[in-house]
Nanobody
Framework: QVQLVESGGDLVQPGGSLRLSCAVS????????IGWFRQVPGKEREGLSC????????YYADSVKDRFVISRDNNKKTVDLTMSNLKPEDSAVYFC??????????????????WGQGTRVTVRS
């Protein structure tokens, strides 16, 4: 089974930037769509963005499309989420996950498997 490992979470000040990375053990036809999600305690996991590893096509949730950029490096088998102009409400545990499919509005729903273990982002002064 494909394995995913997130990294890059940190404490950052409001207005700052951060790049998260998702290392994927392999890109397969069953894991050709990689998504980034976040979750805070007591709330549902929120889908932020996803990318097709084959052609780089992307989808962004409205809440982040002007501040977050998703990208992939097929040689390194990584999918990065570059976040800018961070706000305290961006504080969460961020996860990447894989599934088969194409980018679209369904990337906002956590119907992905498998998942990484998460990396924590804290935005505060």
């Amino acid at each position: 089974q494909v394995q995913l490992v997130e990294s890059g979470g940190d404490l950052v000040q409001p207005g700052g930037s951060l790049r998260l990375s998702c290392a994927v053990s392999e890109f397969t036809s069953e894991s050709n769509l990689i998504g980034w999600f976040r979750q805070v305690p007591g709330k549902e996991r929120e889908g932020l963005s996803c990318i097709s590893v084959s052609d780089g096509d992307t989808y962004y949730a409205d809440s982040v499309k002007d501040r977050f950029v998703i990208s992939r490096d097929n040689n390194k088998k990584t999918v990065d989420l570059t976040m800018s102009n961070l706000k305290p409400e961006d504080s969460a545990v961020y996860f990447c996950a894989a599934r088969r499919g194409r980018p679209g509005w369904w990337c906002q729903h956590p119907n992905f498997s498998p998942w990484g273990q998460g990396t924590r982002v804290t935005v505060r002064s």
